[in-house]
């Protein structure tokens, strides 16, 4: 299931983005902070938040082995973070959903909370830095309640950045991102071709030149496929969307190809409550 949102925000509400979620695990953010940098894959990766004026949080995740003790790795990680002293004044934190974890938070700020813990749903490690400014408990009352690791969905994994939104098979792995505000792309590994999803910010403009149909073309391969029956046009009116489909299938001068799927479906939708366009092509 592709979206614009997971829980879309009133008029007079612009405290929170949707759930940022990536590789598994899920945060809520201010409404003013966005991903800078994205790094890695499910067992290690890097993303760098910021706001309009500078870094605010980092959050930096590693897969545990099954013969190594966690809670060393949560100690060890946390010392070389901020020091032997500062790792005295440091305390734990445990929850259900992180059942080891510690925390240091800067007793004279400006300078960098940082918080590490286990989570046993998926042997992994994550570490969280956040810059504080001043004396506050952001990292404390803000971010750390709402960090879940793997999400609530059964069989399935979340992803949403940049107000793009999905909920995917968790087998299916990312293979490339354009991590951008406007123009978001996103690939994924499904066993059968790639899944691909891009979204377009200022639909009404850009359909202005270009209109829905138009869209389907350019998620083709002419070469390789042929379109195959009419187009459809769908229409979901609970989430004031509408859109068009076609099926593609493999032009037969290519039929010992057998690596190259037999044929796939596009689609051009207009998420008219967000102003968003939304190509994906499975």
């Not at 879309?8 to 983005?17: E, V």
């Not at 991903?35 to 500078?54: Q, S």
């Not at 994924?188 to 899944?195: H, S």
């Not at 149909?213 to 029956?229: C, Q, T, V």
Request: with cysteine; aromatic share 10%.
């Amino acid at each position: 299931m592709v979206g614009s949102r997971f829980n879309p925000p009133s008029a007079t509400d612009n405290r929170q983005l949707p759930t940022l979620a990536w590789q598994g695990w899920e945060l809520t953010l201010p409404a003013d902070w966005a991903p800078i940098k994205v790094e890695g894959d499910f067992d290690r990766g890097f993303m760098a938040i910021a706001d309009l004026d500078r870094e605010r949080l980092g959050l930096r995740w590693q897969t545990v082995g099954p013969k190594v003790d966690p809670k060393r790795v949560v100690a060890d990680n946390l010392r070389g973070e901020v020091g032997q002293l500062a790792f005295e004044e440091s305390a734990e934190a445990t929850s259900a959903d992180w059942p080891i974890s510690r925390v240091y938070i800067e007793p004279d700020p400006p300078g960098r909370d940082v918080w590490i813990g286990f989570s046993a749903a998926t042997n992994r490690v994550l570490q969280v830095v956040y810059h504080a400014a001043g004396r506050d408990r952001q990292l404390r009352d803000s971010i750390l309640p709402n960090l879940r690791d793997e999400g609530e969905v059964d069989g399935a994994r979340r992803w949403a950045i940049f107000w793009t939104s999905a909920i995917l098979p968790r087998p299916m792995k990312l293979l490339r991102k354009q991590l951008n505000v406007g123009d978001l792309a996103i690939s994924f590994e499904t066993g059968n071709g790639p899944l691909e999803i891009r979204q377009m910010a200022a639909a009404t403009m850009v359909l202005n030149r270009r209109p829905l149909d138009a869209w389907l073309g350019g998620l083709g391969e002419p070469k390789r496929y042929r379109p195959f029956g009419e187009m459809r046009e769908i229409e979901w009116p609970e989430l004031n969307r509408i859109g068009v489909c076609q099926d593609h299938v493999r032009r037969r001068r290519f039929f010992f190809a057998r690596w190259l799927p037999a044929g796939f479906v596009v689609y051009a939708i207009h998420d008219r409550a967000a102003d968003r366009l939304i190509l994906v092509r499975a």
